[in-house]
């Protein structure tokens, strides 16, 4: 058995990096991600931390990630066994996708689109969810839940965004692109947005009943699965959470 890179020793605070083991240019970088000591690189994760340097379009070679791995244990790079980066390229492999987010403004920009979209869905009667697709600044797909009119269990939001974005591109695989929706996805459209390979994932309100993205599984983070595409949520929750249940609220005050 490999032993796991995880077994550090005893923990020491406050340990600046230091160069040895490191490049010098990545104590900078790593600065830049909010890390300053041996603590704090061990508290992120070799493997997060490697990710998310790569993510801000750093030089991300495996000799910086042994170099990581060597100064989160206090060590040499070269004191680490072939076992041992074994281990740290398979969790490498196992990662999650990690993204840098797109900026406040932007999140906040799309998704009231998305919601402007959801209030669609809720003129018609459907449960208000919009999304929509962007890429390269302009959204090239729209889309709002709309199961019951047009008698299609598969349209929701997500789905009609993505077909949408699909026609635009004429070409199903949506490389590039980033998905913002108002409402947590779903099993089904989190297979359909990792079967398009979207890039980024925004979405506001988490859906404790059918949520895929953490709520009651996360297919996203699942490494079985070809994954390509980073997820992040919080962006608007409260609003678009409203959204839905006043809609709720006005349909169950209809019906007394
Ligand atoms: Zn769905």
Known sequence: ????????????????????????????????????????LRQRGVVLAFLQL?????????????????????????TLSEDDKQALQR?????????????????????IEAMRLADLAAGEGEVPVGAVVVKN??????????????????AHAEMQALRAAAQTLGNYRLDGCDLYVTLEPC?????AILHARVARVIYAAADAKTGAAGSVANLFAEPRLNHHTAVFSGTLADRCAAQLSAFFRQKRDRHD
């Not at 993204?99 to 998704?111: C, G, H, I, N």
Request: charged fraction near 20%; glycine fraction near 8%.
């Open 1 to 40: 058995m490999a032993t796991s890179v995880k077994s550090f020793p005893k923990l020491r605070h406050h340990v600046p990096l230091s160069s040895p083991p490191l490049p010098p240019a990545a104590i900078d970088w790593l600065r830049d991600i909010g890390i300053r000591s041996q603590a704090d």
């Open 54 to 78: 790569k993510a801000s379009g750093k030089t991300a070679t495996r000799r910086l990630l042994f170099a990581l791995e060597a100064a989160a244990r206090g060590a040499h790079w070269n």
């Open 91 to 111: 969790q490498l492999a196992a990662h999650p996708p990690v993204a840098l987010p797109p900026s406040a403004e932007e999140q906040q920009d799309y998704l």
């Open 137 to 154: 600044g302009a959204i090239i797909g729209r889309g709002y839940n709309q199961p019951i009119g047009r008698r299609d269990p598969s």
């Open 187 to 191: 099993p089904m459209c989190a297979g």
